[in-house]
Nanobody, 121 residues
Framework: QVQLVESGGGLVQAGGSLRLSCAASGRTFSSDTMAWFRQAPGKQREYIAHITKTGNTNYADSVKGRFTISRDNAKNTVYLQMNNLKPEDTAVYYC???????????????WGRGTQVTVSS
């Protein structure tokens, strides 16, 4: 069974940091593009960042310079380091995998269940 399991979310004050992890199992994702998305209450799921199989990265403007995506293929895990968090970063964060290099949710075949990040002001 293919699974993506996020962890590392929590409650943090504005200006703080969190590191999210996404552990994959059931298949090897080393050839996939891995991405992070987030969804705040009442809003659509929003692209944050992706990392390709070769390590190229891309970020949404809203997180550029604050968030860093990385991957460890040996551990089948992708990370999202989040620094200088803002209240508007509050959302459920999801990791996803795709055989394509994409930012649209429709291209991602595998999804985790999400981890809650809450940033207090």
């Amino acid at each position: 069974q293919v699974q993506l399991v996020e962890s590392g979310g929590g409650l943090v004050q504005a200006g703080g940091s969190l590191r999210l992890s996404c552990a994959a199992s059931g298949r090897t994702f080393s050839s996939d593009t891995m991405a992070w998305f987030r969804q705040a209450p009442g809003k659509q799921r929003e692209y944050i960042a992706h990392i390709t199989k070769t390590g190229n990265t891309n970020y949404a403007d809203s997180v550029k310079g604050r968030f860093t995506i990385s991957r460890d293929n040996a551990k089948n895990t992708v990370y999202l380091q989040m620094n200088n968090l803002k209240p508007e970063d509050t959302a459920v964060y999801y990791c996803a995998a795709s055989s394509q290099i994409a930012i649209a949710t429709t291209w991602y075949n595998y999804w985790g269940r999400g981890t809650q990040v809450t940033v207090s002001s």
